[in-house]
């Protein structure tokens, strides 16, 4: 398809485990942000990755969380030794030239539960 | 500390009515502002956006006012349709720091429009 996926997009995990989100960003598309939502809260900011440049990890909530984008395509949001407070959903987004017009495209998200 | 604040968590209006959908912002680098919609178990869809050297964009039944010395803007929808129904979410994001073209979202408003 053409717009951004995700997989999986449900995943249940025992606390202390680690586990791997993916995202497929829109073909040619050089931004890509990681973003969560808690139950109802608002989209958490996580990471952004913009073309080579370095990404903006300021989001990451603890050191538990890393992600990495291979080759300016997919990207993997790792998140170790898992807690509950880990469950939410999260959301990838990918966009074309940000600055100007910076309209990104989100997947359907990855339902993290973690029990 | 919150960059960009949706202060109503929730509004209720009736068919055929306009909803109005506030944001505040406190960085004054954004340069560009954005709504989405997000229906439950979906990721958010792009809507309409503002860059600040406008103060109003308008599309269809939506409309984005953007004040910038308030640091304020405004989605009003008319006339609102029960379809409309879902949590928006407004984002901001400008040339910054590190982080150009960084979207950052507020905690969303969810709009109820009622037959």
């Known amino acids: 398809g053409a717009g951004v996926s995700q997989s999986p997009s449900n995943k249940v995990t025992e606390k202390g485990k680690d586990v791997e989100l993916r995202c497929d960003p829109i073909?040619?598309?050089?931004?890509l942000y990681w973003y969560r939502q808690s139950l109802g809260q608002g989209l958490e900011f996580l990471i952004y990755f913009q073309g080579n440049s370095a990404p903006d990890k300021s989001g990451l909530p603890s050191d538990r969380f890393s992600a990495e984008r291979t080759g300016g395509s997919v990207s993997t949001l790792t998140i170790q030794r898992t807690q509950q407070e880990d469950s939410a959903v999260y959301l990838c987004a990918s966009s074309s030239i940000p600055g100007l017009s910076t309209e990104a495209f989100f997947g359907q998200g990855t339902r993290l539960t973690v029990v | 500390d919150q960059q960009v604040k949706q202060n109503s968590p929730s509004l209720s209006v009736q068919e055929g009515r306009i909803s109005i959908l506030n944001c505040d912002y406190t960085n004054s680098m954004f340069d560009y502002f954005l709504w989405y919609k997000k229906y439950p178990a979906e990721g958010p869809t792009f809507l309409i956006s503002?860059?600040?050297?406008?103060d109003k964009n308008e599309d269809g039944r939506f409309t984005v006012f953007l004040n910038k010395s308030a640091k304020h803007l405004s989605l009003h929808i008319v006339p609102s349709q029960p379809g409309d129904s879902a949590v928006y979410f407004c984002?901001?994001?400008?040339?910054?720091?590190?982080?150009?073209?960084?979207?950052?979202f507020g905690k969303g408003t969810k709009l109820s429009v009622k037959p």
């Open positions: 503002i860059s600040s050297i406008k």
């Open positions: 073909s040619g598309h050089t931004a």
């Open positions: 984002a901001a994001s400008g040339s910054y720091g590190g982080s150009q073209g960084n979207l950052i």
